[in-house]
């Protein structure tokens, strides 16, 4: 029921290095590979058309220092509070033996106990620091085992030395963990995006294995790519400030203030001319609208509004991985209607009809220009509710 050619799209977006031949390579020089090997792009987009949590595992920093990496190893323990759980299943709890594994670790490295000083500009990456999350409503202890499990698969065997935790004392639980760069052989781990990326895919597949219903797929397979995305166009511009008459409304009226507030202060002292030629100037401030500023008024901002470069992009964009959802659904009802099985051709079905829904919710997402639009509509809304209940009063 799939075509290779809905691969397409997704497979070909940017993410990573290419290599000579086109094809995504990561750290190493090998090609890029999702851990599921065979699955199929049907697989993922009906992960994606259902909207399952994405898990989160971002490094928050690299230690270069034993004594930092202490501190945050002591952070990660709540300071004692919590125990800590190595690669080989062992819980440790001393101080002396955090310290002396830091200190094992840092040599290995070539780097020392204290953090290096501004002067050095190329420092050593000693350790990983990065957070595992699967979402808010998870099981704690699935959340344990597919944080082990992940991490004796893709580090443990290959001798890396590491240390994790699992925070429950907040909102959403999470797994801390402090990585050893240096392997069992003195090499030395790269953590390009790619490779990155492909630990969470790892991470996600064992957590499903483990009952966490998540994905790991990107932005840009689900059609809400950055709003600046050197791989959708071609413009590396910033955004630039956009503002609105109100915004530039209460701007003149506080720079109005100021300047009455210093004549008042010049009037005081006993300057009577500086006092005047302040009070002149705050006289003279005007709105005009011909001016650079106020070119971009509600009016422009509304769903008809000539969009920026970047966002005709994502618009584009966002059509595109529609298009592929539709074209999935349609070929899912086509095979639908020759399977004799009632149930598993309504299981087909109920996969065409999300997909379809989806592809239709990635097309109708406002950008950010309408966003705001409708954020001051609505604030223009409570101000005239406000102005008519005074008036009433």
């Given at each position: 029921?799939?075509?290779?050619?809905?691969?397409?799209?997704?497979?070909?977006?940017?993410?990573?290095?290419?290599?000579?031949?086109?094809?995504?390579?990561?750290?190493?020089?090998?090609?890029?590979?999702?851990?599921?090997?065979?699955?199929?792009?049907?697989?993922?987009?009906?992960?994606?058309?259902?909207?399952?949590?994405?898990v989160?595992?971002?490094?928050?920093?690299?230690?270069?220092?034993?004594?930092?990496?202490?501190?945050?190893?002591?952070?990660?323990?709540?300071?004692?509070?919590?125990?800590?759980?190595?690669?080989?299943?062992?819980?440790?709890?001393?101080?002396?033996?955090?310290?002396?594994?830091?200190?094992?670790?840092?040599e290995?490295?070539?780097?020392?106990m204290?953090?290096?000083?501004?002067?050095?500009?190329?420092?050593?990456?000693?350790?990983?620091?990065?957070?595992?999350?699967?979402?808010?409503?998870?099981?704690?202890?699935?959340?344990?085992k597919?944080?082990?499990?992940?991490?004796?698969?893709?580090?443990?065997?290959?001798?890396?030395?590491?240390?994790?935790?699992?925070?429950?004392?907040?909102k959403?639980?999470?797994?801390?963990?402090?990585?050893?760069?240096?392997?069992?052989?003195?090499?030395?781990?790269?953590t390009?995006?790619?490779?990155?990326?492909?630990?969470?895919?790892?991470?996600?597949?064992?957590?499903?294995?483990?009952?966490?219903?998540?994905?790991?797929?990107?932005?840009?397979?689900?059609?809400?790519?950055?709003?600046?995305?050197?791989?959708l166009?071609?413009?590396?511009?910033?955004?630039?400030?956009?503002?609105?008459?109100?915004?530039?409304?209460?701007?003149?009226?506080?720079?109005?203030?100021?300047?009455?507030?210093?004549?008042?202060?010049a009037?005081?002292?006993?300057?009577?001319?500086?006092?005047?030629?302040?009070?002149?100037?705050?006289?003279?401030?005007?709105?005009?609208?011909?001016?650079?500023?106020?070119?971009?008024?509600?009016?422009?901002r509304?769903?008809?509004?000539?969009?920026?470069?970047?966002?005709?992009?994502?618009?584009?964009?966002?059509?595109?991985?529609?298009?592929?959802?539709q074209?999935?659904?349609?070929?899912?009802?086509?095979?639908?209607?020759?399977?004799?099985?009632?149930?598993?051709?309504?299981?087909?079905?109920?996969?065409?009809?999300?997909?379809?829904?989806?592809?239709n919710?990635?097309q109708?997402?406002?950008?950010?220009s309408?966003?705001?639009?409708?954020?001051?509509?609505?604030?223009?809304?409570?101000?005239?509710?406000?102005?008519?209940?005074?008036?009433?009063r």
């Open positions: 029921m799939t075509d290779e050619r809905d691969d397409e799209l997704l497979r070909d977006q940017p993410h990573g290095r290419k290599g000579r031949s086109g094809r995504l390579i990561g750290s190493g020089g090998k090609h890029y590979r999702r851990p599921g090997g065979a699955e199929s792009t049907l697989a993922r987009n009906l992960r994606i058309a259902q909207r399952r949590p994405q989160v595992l971002k490094i928050t920093r690299y230690g270069h220092g034993g004594a930092k990496i202490l501190d945050h190893i002591h952070y990660v323990q709540r300071h004692g509070k919590l125990t800590l759980e190595d690669e080989n299943g062992e819980q440790i709890e001393d101080p002396r033996e955090l310290r002396r594994r830091v200190k094992l670790w840092t290995q490295a070539g780097a020392t204290e953090e290096p000083g501004p002067e050095i500009t190329r420092k050593r990456r000693v350790t990983a620091h990065f957070i595992l999350d699967a979402g808010e409503d998870v099981d704690r202890d699935a959340l344990r597919s944080a082990r499990e992940f991490l004796a698969e893709r580090f443990g065997k290959e001798g890396h030395e590491y240390l994790f935790a699992r925070h429950d004392d907040t959403q639980p999470h797994v801390h963990v402090v990585l050893n760069m240096m392997d069992g052989q003195g090499r030395r781990l790269h390009s995006v790619a490779e990155v990326q492909r630990w969470r895919e790892q991470f996600a597949e064992i957590a499903r294995a483990n009952g966490i219903e998540v994905d790991a797929s990107r932005a840009w397979e689900r059609g809400k790519a950055p709003t600046r995305s050197r791989g166009m071609k413009y590396g511009a910033p955004r630039p400030t956009r503002w609105t008459k109100e915004q530039i409304r209460r701007g003149l009226a506080a720079r109005k203030e100021r300047l009455l507030s210093d004549a008042a202060l009037s005081a002292r006993g300057d009577r001319e500086r006092a005047q030629a302040l009070k002149t100037k705050a006289a003279g401030l005007r709105m005009r609208t011909d001016d650079k500023l106020v070119r971009h008024t509600v009016a422009e509304r769903g008809d509004a000539t969009k920026t470069p970047w966002e005709r992009a994502r618009a584009d964009h966002a059509r595109r991985v529609a298009l592929v959802f074209a999935q659904a349609d070929r899912l009802e086509a095979a639908g209607k020759g399977i004799q099985d009632q149930a598993r051709r309504d299981q087909v079905k109920g996969a065409a009809t999300r997909l379809r829904a989806y592809a919710d990635v109708a997402t406002p950008t950010r309408q966003k705001v639009a409708e954020k001051l509509q609505q604030r223009q809304g409570r101000d005239i509710d406000r102005d008519s209940s005074d008036i009433d």
